[in-house]
T-cell receptor, first 113, second 111 residues
Framework: AQSVAQPEDQVNVAEGNPLTVKCTYS??????LFWYVQYPNRGLQFLLK??????LVKGSYGFEAEFNKSQTSFHLKKPSALVSDSALYFC???????????FGTGTRLLVSP | DGGITQSPKYLFRKEGQNVTLSCEQN?????MYWYRQDPGQGLRLIYY???????QKGDIAEGYSVSREKKESFPLTVTSAQKNPTAFYLC??????????FGPGTRLLVL
């Protein structure tokens, strides 16, 4: 069965500092991995994905994530946080053998001025 | 949210009533999904459809029904059998590169 874990309910960071939002996964095959962001009372917006290729993936708004197969992780990172990055972030995984995308429980990012 | 619309934004259901949530997309995507979002639980899959006139149950299909008569439309009905329907409902469509695009959501409340 496929699963994904986001171990932190909330991450706090000061504006201008680097941020990391953690994600680990479990699948039987090679994973498809995604990060989405959600602002209050809105739908999810796609940030980036890893399907194949380079382990370092660059996405929207300066975010990036690194696929680490040995640690089964796909942490989201940004070199310099903005107050406007404050939102709810979801990691998701799909095993190519299944049609379903499995989401983590979300991590709330709070960037203070 | 571009390309996918959901209506209404807020919906109120009386006990014993069936209500239908609309989801329309103009992205020409074959696959569409319905999720339920509750605080602290992430998104849970209700139903999905890979192609017109075909759909499959997700993880929490009980008390819900769907139809897929047109490629652009994937309405979700919350039936009276769903005893705890209060939640934020999200519809998504999927492109050929596996990316899901989400609508703005419908918040369902029980009177």
């Amino acid at each position: 069965a496929q699963s994904v874990a986001q171990p932190e309910d909330q991450v706090n960071v000061a504006e201008g500092n680097p941020l990391t939002v953690k994600c680990t996964y479990s699948v039987s095959g090679n994973p498809y991995l995604f990060w989405y962001v959600q602002y209050p009372n809105r739908g999810l917006q796609f940030l980036l994905k890893y399907i194949t290729g380079d382990n370092l993936v660059k996405g929207s708004y300066g975010f990036e994530a690194e696929f680490n197969k040995s640690q089964t992780s796909f942490h989201l990172k940004k070199p310099s946080a903005l107050v406007s990055d404050s939102a709810l972030y979801f990691c998701a995984v799909r095993d190519p053998g299944f049609q379903k995308l499995v989401f983590g429980t979300g991590t709330r990012l709070l960037v203070s001025p | 949210d571009g390309g996918i619309t959901q209506s209404p934004k807020y919906l109120f259901r009386k006990e014993g009533q069936n209500v239908t949530l609309s989801c329309e997309q103009n992205l020409n995507h074959d696959a569409m999904y319905w999720y339920r979002q509750d605080p602290g639980q992430g998104l849970r899959l209700i139903y999905y459809s890979q192609i017109v006139n075909d759909f499959q149950k997700g993880d929490i299909a009980e008390g819900y029904s769907v139809s897929r008569e047109k490629k652009e439309s994937f309405p979700l009905t919350v039936t009276s059998a769903q005893k705890n329907p209060t939640a934020f409902y999200l519809c998504a469509s999927v492109d050929s590169q596996e990316t899901q695009y989400f609508g703005p959501g419908t918040r369902l409340l029980v009177l």
